[in-house]
T-cell receptor
C-alpha cells in the first residue's frame, strides 16, 4: 500500500536560518507531488507541484524553493526564513495523471521566531 | 488562488443531527473532492465526485454536485462528536491543479 512520510512534525527556526522539509512516498512510482501551506484557520495554498524528477512548478513567488532529486522524494527549502514563512506545511501526492484524490502527509508546523 | 469556497465557515450542531456544508466554484472541473482535517493534522480524502455524476454516497456521507450552478454539498447524517473537524472541498479542473477552499469548521456537541 502507498504511504507518505513527512518530517519533521514541528519546527521552530529563527529568522534568517535555512529550511529543509522532506517528504517521501512509498508504494507507488512517478507520483505527482505537491507542497501546500496552510495559514491558521485558513485553506490550503498550493506552493509547488512536480510531475517528475527535476520538474518543479511554482504557483506563487516567495522565499521558498522545491526540489525533487528522486522519483518519490520532494523537498521544500529556504535559504533564509522570514517571519511570514510560519505556517502548516503539507506534502501530498496523487497518481499521474490526476483524478483519484490526493493523499496528504501529516504536516509540519513551522514557527519562525 | 482559491477555487472552492465553502459555506458556512463554521457550523455547530448537536450529536445525532445532520450537518450540511456547501461548496461553490468558478471554473469547469474534472471532479470535486471533499477532505476532512482534524486540528493540526493532515487532510484525509473523504469522497470524490466526477463532473458527470450528480450524487454519491459513502457511509454517512452524501455528496451532491450541480455543475450548472457550480456547486456541491456534503451531508453528514447522524453526526457524532468524532465528526468534529474542518471540511474542505477541492476542485480538479482541466486548466489548473487542485484548489482548496478555506473550509467549514464543524463542531458536533455531545
Amino acid at each position: 500500500s502507498q504511504t507518505i512520510h513527512q518530517w519533521p512534525a514541528t519546527l521552530v527556526q529563527p529568522v534568517g536560518s535555512p529550511l529543509s522539509l522532506e517528504c517521501t512516498v512509498e508504494g507507488t512510482s512517478n507520483p505527482n507531488l505537491y507542497w501546500y501551506r496552510q495559514a491558521a484557520g485558513r485553506g490550503l495554498q498550493l506552493l509547488f507541484y512536480s510531475v517528475g524528477i527535476g520538474q518543479i512548478s511554482s504557483e506563487v513567488p516567495q522565499n521558498l524553493s522545491a526540489s525533487r532529486p528522486q522519483d518519490r522524494q520532494f523537498i521544500l527549502s529556504s535559504k533564509k526564513l522570514l517571519l511570514s514563512d510560519s505556517g502548516f506545511y503539507l506534502c501530498a501526492w496523487s497518481v499521474s495523471p490526476r483524478g483519484y484524490g490526493y493523499t496528504f502527509g501529516s504536516g509540519t508546523r513551522l514557527t519562525v521566531v | 488562488s482559491q477555487q472552492g469556497e465553502e459555506d458556512p465557515q463554521a457550523l455547530s450542531i448537536q450529536e445525532g443531527e445532520n450537518a450540511t456544508m456547501n461548496c461553490s466554484y468558478k471554473t469547469s472541473i474534472n471532479n470535486l473532492q471533499w477532505y476532512r482535517q482534524n486540528s493540526g493534522r493532515g487532510l484525509v480524502h473523504l469522497i470524490l465526485i466526477r463532473s458527470n455524476e450528480r450524487e454519491k454516497h459513502s457511509g454517512r456521507l452524501r455528496v451532491t454536485l450541480d455543475t450548472s450552478k457550480k456547486s456541491s454539498s456534503l451531508l453528514i447524517t447522524a453526526s457524532r462528536a468524532a465528526d468534529t473537524a474542518s471540511y474542505f472541498c477541492a476542485t480538479d479542473s482541466p486548466i489548473v491543479d487542485m484548489r482548496f477552499g478555506a473550509g467549514t469548521r464543524l463542531t458536533v456537541k455531545p
